[in-house]
């Protein structure tokens, strides 16, 4: 398995803060079957600046701890970036940081209670530049909760992909949240799913349970959440969910590829 969305790298954000601490959860994800994992810690959220430079001589430096502590795990850079006005520039002027720094996905953080005015015109601006945003975890924001059919608007007008927690499906972060992530998926609204892995207790860098809970619910699924974040390492197009059926139940027709 692929995480696309973790905290590990050692001291850069609220996730891992020791070294230790960060090789125990590699140590993790490597025992749950996780072999590539993309580090990203948070970015332009109005505490953590870590900008690309940082960020990839930490992906350097722990990589070669891993290796000396005979942790099997390929890292590769990225960042959880907070949306602001100027994220588009700041992505052309290579002021943050791409998924695998591949400048084709960027993991896109949006508030949990109420989105900015400018949130479309920051997706439209991304999409003309050709940068595709993956939404991380859509099913923790108040509005989408509201109206899941925004998250329709934005796959289909400005392409996003989105990518949700895997203690959301599973039910660790509550049972009304593990409904309402579920209702997600089972819509056709959800590409991906990572672990936003923190640390080794309450937010583990784990998947193989989510997957297990996709696997049983809608099998196709989770084939195609383990394909797409193959895809998106490599810089290719997510594939998409055939059909689904919309909130105001209307019926929805997609395609394979966005």
Not at 48 to 59: D, G, L, Y
Not at 127 to 141: F, L, V, W, Y
């Amino acid at each position: 398995m692929i995480d696309l969305h973790s905290h590990i790298l050692p001291g850069l954000d609220d996730g891992a803060q020791t070294d230790e601490e960060a090789i125990r959860m590699a140590r993790q994800a490597v025992a749950d079957g996780i072999t590539q994992m993309v580090a990203t810690p948070h970015s332009q959220d109005g505490m953590h600046e870590n900008e690309p430079a940082r960020i990839v001589a930490a992906v350097n430096r722990f990589a070669r701890l891993l290796e000396q502590h005979g942790v099997g795990l390929r890292l590769h850079p990225g960042a959880e970036v907070h949306i602001h006005p100027d994220l588009a520039d700041n992505v052309h002027q290579q002021r943050v940081l791409t998924i695998g720094d591949g400048g084709r996905f960027l993991l896109l953080e949006l508030p949990v209670m109420q989105l900015p005015l400018y949130t479309e015109n920051v997706l439209s601006q991304l999409a003309h530049r050709g940068i595709t945003p993956i939404i991380a975890h859509p099913e923790r924001c108040l509005a989408i909760q509201n109206d899941p059919d925004l998250l329709l608007r934005w796959i289909s007008k400005f392409g996003v992909v989105t990518q949700v927690t895997a203690g959301s499906l599973i039910g660790s972060m509550g049972k009304r949240l593990q409904k309402k992530t579920v209702e997600l998926v089972k819509h056709g609204l959800v590409h991906l799913v990572a672990s936003d892995g923190h640390n080794c207790t309450g937010r583990q860098p784990v998947l193989s349970e989510a997957y297990q809970c996709v696997w049983r619910l809608f099998p196709q699924t989770a084939e195609l959440f383990l394909q797409n974040a193959q895809m998106v390492l490599e810089g290719e197009i997510p594939l998409r969910a055939l059909t689904a059926t919309a909130h105001g139940g209307k019926r929805w027709f997609f395609f394979s590829r966005r």
